[in-house]
């Protein structure tokens, strides 16, 4: 295989991967809590790496995914208190694990191979480099694997609890009566974000994997009034987005994570302006003719 | 008259970080009857239900229902033949989903986990739905119906639970008088099939014709009893005029 | 320990960037209030990644890395992000924390295409332009303070002067405007201080970590005081400390990123404050719930045995 092929399979399948759960987060309104776990669970990467010396062990994965689950716990315990706002509760809480990460990175630089430019940005160009091999055989690029036993766990994952996703999202109360309890699966959506972010990073960078996660979902949700159907294109413009990313990223000699977040948010504005159901334009064209019905209806009164 | 009871509180205390919203209340409410709940804000009313329905765990006492052979039953039991409606406002109407697929949630609980809807769930969705008046809203996305609609479509879907009890928080509260009519007229029915009926209930004025009993809360039980027997001003002037905070004793 | 703290105290280059940070944390501290308050406080975030495509563009567009001219590029991307979070959730469906998810990541991804342009495209000028990212507080020079130093009296002199409208307008919009302020011009004042507080921190604190200190000095502050006075001024001295001692800290070893370090000082005062403020820091509030707890199973007994 090319190496731009295998680039553009790990690019989809990173997207799709990323686009899945992100279908939950944009409906539960949590995007920017799986901000702050894209930007948290490089402290579990670090602090595993310290233990296990292995940038692929796969208790590095585990230890990093369960740091992003206590970053939820903590966000939420401090909105609970009620000392301060949601957003806020957020914002203090990843920049510290951040912080504490860099400052690891930079202090053992020399003993640990993080390279804190390619962990926040990611590089897709250097994926194919990092082989698969078995029993003496090539089996291709490692994060390629990785990423698709990711994506198929969170694709199963969607598959077996549609019905219980659907219903915490849209009615909680309602489910938990049922006996349904959104708490388990909230904890399990977000376990999935963890995994699905430590999994990402490298090719991806902590901080664009989120809009990976909402892009895709965003585009969805404008276009279509029902979950299956905004499932179905959520990973359409996954697929199309990294594409075509990839695409521009070799034509303009540039980042290819960054060329996919940029087409991501470009496809997504497109369809937020000229959705023909939820579009900006359509809200407005429907506003004026509210105005303009209501003007006629007043004007038959007088 | 003891086969008569549907749901019974013993004793119950309900308590936020050790400030209790509800105290020592007892209740019965009685099979085959339409009872309205009511008192002002923050009375506990909403607390009563969450402790029925075991979202909420009681300090002390306990809910327990009857079954069909009479016998005491705790919430989780018979919990699929319990429909609960919840408040309006608790629910993203955004999401992206139709009406069809909001009813069919009513039979959720009798499939439990992993399991999906079968033919014969969509057909009593279906079914519902004809029965709160909206047969051809099925394919419409939910944002698009009117909060008089949406409170039908939420009855529709407690129908579709099947069950024997039906807990439901301010049905009525802003909706059309021509969906207050669809609701009411259901609710009887189901009454008079001998399903026991609750109804957190808001407008005074309507009790007197809607309701067998009612119950009037403000953190205890102030009265309980027939609708003819009970519901006088005095009560009234009684539950709503009370201003008390519980947790710091007299 | 101490003769190295006493020699990296009286450094001249250390002093210079202690000043400046301290400045801008103070800055952040006083403005940031505003932010949180008006529950703002993930908007900084995306302005802040939004700015790394302005800095990059005004790079290529003048080929030097002169601080003013980058930092209006900053200002320019990082207003038109503001304008398109406000443009989603005011006019579609859209929720502000999709929004803002969506537009921090793409124009962080621009920024990084533009950087990385920049890099494949060789000139003596550029290096160092990617320190933007993370902040690279020795890097600051003299005419660079001077530049904060300017910009933060013009904020606080902004503060001072319109401090009744924008109390009035934080606290109650609407009422505001039924008073005859307006409305538009004291939003766009605040959002344009809100920007600048950033802007001017992020050639020290980096575009990632820059939100941290806006929004965790109030966040501390406001724990400690209900009057916006004592919160600003104690949110302004938080702010400041964190940047003087993490500054402070990093100078003391190698190779130490000042950026994060001030953040890891200001979640310190966050903590601290959450933990231990009176009256309603979380561990006064065990005690006096563990107090109530016993008066309620006090009552509660009484109650049992009444029935029994």
Not at chain 1, 10 to 35: E, H, K, N, Q, Y
Not at chain 2, 37 to 66: C, D
Not at chain 2, 70 to 86: C, D, F, G, M, T
Request: glycine share 8%.
């Amino acid at each position: 295989m090319s190496m731009i092929t295998e680039i553009t399979m790990i690019a989809v399948v990173v997207a799709i991967a990323c686009a899945l759960p992100g279908v939950f987060l944009v409906l539960r309104g949590v995007t920017m809590v799986s901000d702050a776990i894209t930007h948290t669970v490089l402290l579990g990467i670090v602090l595993a790496f310290f233990i296990t010396q292995d940038l692929n062990s796969p208790l590095l994965m585990i230890g990093a995914t369960l740091v992003g689950v206590a970053t939820v716990w903590l966000i939420e315990t401090i909105q609970r208190s009620d000392l301060v706002s949601n957003d806020a509760a957020i914002g203090i809480v990843f920049p510290l694990f951040f912080s504490i990460a860099i400052i690891l990175i930079t202090l053992y630089a020399g003993d640990v191979h993080l390279d804190e430019d390619a962990v926040l940005m990611g590089d897709l160009a250097f994926a194919p480099f990092r082989r698969f091999d078995a029993f003496g055989y090539d089996l291709g690029p490692q994060s390629l694997w990785v990423m698709s036993v990711i994506l198929v766990i969170n694709a199963l994952f969607i598959f077996f609890f549609y019905k219980e996703l659907k219903i915490t999202t849209f009615d909680p109360a309602f489910a938990a009566a049922l006996g349904f309890t959104p708490l388990i699966i909230h904890y399990a959506l977000m376990t999935l974000v963890s995994l699905t972010a430590v999994g990402a990073y490298d090719s991806v960078g902590s901080i664009l994997i989120v809009g990976f996660m909402v892009g895709p979902a965003l585009s969805g949700y404008l276009l279509t009034h029902s979950l299956k159907k905004m499932i179905s294109i959520t990973v359409l413009m996954a697929v199309i987005n990294s594409i075509s990313g990839v695409q521009l990223a070799f034509l303009f000699d540039t980042t290819i994570a960054g060329m996919i977040a940029v087409v991501t948010g470009g496809t997504t504005l497109l369809i937020l302006v000229f959705s023909p159901g939820k579009g900006l334009f359509k809200q407005q064209l429907n506003q004026k003719r509210a105005h303009n019905n209501l003007n006629k209806r007043i004007e038959t009164l007088i | 008259m003891k086969e008569d009871i549907a749901i019974r509180i013993d004793k119950l205390t309900v308590a936020y970080e050790a400030q209790p919203v509800l105290w020592n209340i007892s209740l019965a409410f009685k099979k085959g009857k339409m009872t309205a709940i009511v008192g002002p804000n923050g009375a506990g009313k909403s607390s009563m239900i969450k402790a029925m329905l075991g979202l909420v765990k009681p300090v002390t006492g306990e809910v327990v229902y009857q079954d069909k052979d009479q016998q005491a039953v705790s919430y989780k039991e018979l919990k699929n033949r319990i429909a609960y409606v919840p408040q309006n406002t608790s629910v993203d109407w955004d999401f992206p989903t139709t009406v069809r697929d909001v009813v069919l949630m009513g039979r959720y609980g009798h499939l439990g986990w992993f399991k999906r809807p079968k033919k014969a769930d969509r057909e009593i969705a279906k079914q519902m739905l004809g029965k709160v008046g909206l047969p051809t809203f099925a394919s419409r996305q939910i944002s698009q119906l009117s909060g008089g609609q949406r409170q039908r479509v939420f009855l529709a879907r407690a129908l579709a639970q099947e069950a024997e009890v039906y807990i439901m928080d301010e049905p009525l509260a802003g909706v059309d008088m021509k969906t207050e009519r669809i609701i009411m007229k259901l609710l009887k029915e189901l009454v008079s099939e001998g399903k026991t009926v609750l109804v957190v209930h808001h407008d005074l004025q309507t009790v007197e014709d809607y309701f067998d009993d009612i119950v009037f809360i403000n953190q205890e039980v102030i009265a309980a009893g027939r609708v003819e027997d009970t519901f006088d001003k005095q009560t009234v002037k009684k539950t709503y005029h009370r201003d008390r905070n519980l947790g710091e004793g007299e | 320990m101490l003769t190295e703290i006493v020699s990296v105290l009286s450094d001249y280059t250390f002093q210079l960037v202690a000043l400046g940070t301290g400045i801008i944390g103070l800055l952040s501290g006083v403005i940031g209030t505003y932010a949180t308050l008006r529950k703002e406080s993930l908007l900084g975030d995306a302005l802040s990644h939004a700015a790394l495509p302005g800095i990059g563009l005004a790079f290529v567009l003048i080929q030097r890395k002169e601080l003013l001219f980058l930092m209006m590029g900053a200002i320019v991307s990082g207003l038109i992000a503001t304008a398109i979070v406000q443009l989603i959730t005011k006019k579609t469906l859209v929720k502000l924390d999709s929004a803002l998810s969506l537009v921090l990541s793409s124009f962080f991804g621009l920024g990084l295409v533009v950087l990385t342009a920049i890099q494949n495209n060789p000139n003596a000028q550029q290096a160092g332009l990617s320190s933007f990212i993370f902040g690279q507080a020795s890097a600051m020079l003299s005419r660079d303070v001077q530049l904060i130093a300017a910009v933060g009296v013009i904020l606080l002199a902004l503060v001072v002067l319109f401090w009744k409208e924008f109390k009035c307008y934080t606290f109650d919009p609407m009422f505001s405007r039924s008073l005859g302020f307006s409305s538009k011009l004291i939003e766009f004042l605040l959002s344009m201080m809100i920007v600048l507080t950033i802007i001017i921190g992020l050639e020290s604190v980096g575009v990632i970590l820059i939100s941290a200190l806006l929004i965790g000095p109030s966040i501390a502050a406001r724990q400690w005081s209900h009057r916006l006075s004592s919160v600003m001024v104690l949110s302004g001295l938080t702010g400041f400390l964190s940047g003087v001692i993490g500054t402070l800290v990093s100078s003391m070893g190698e190779n130490i990123p000042t950026g994060p370090v001030i953040v890891v000082v200001v979640s310190l005062f966050v903590f601290g404050s959450l933990l231990f403020a009176p009256k309603q820091g979380l561990v006064a509030r065990r005690i006096k719930k563990r107090n109530k707890q016993k008066q309620f199973l006090k009552r509660l007994n009484e109650l049992k045995e009444g029935h029994s």
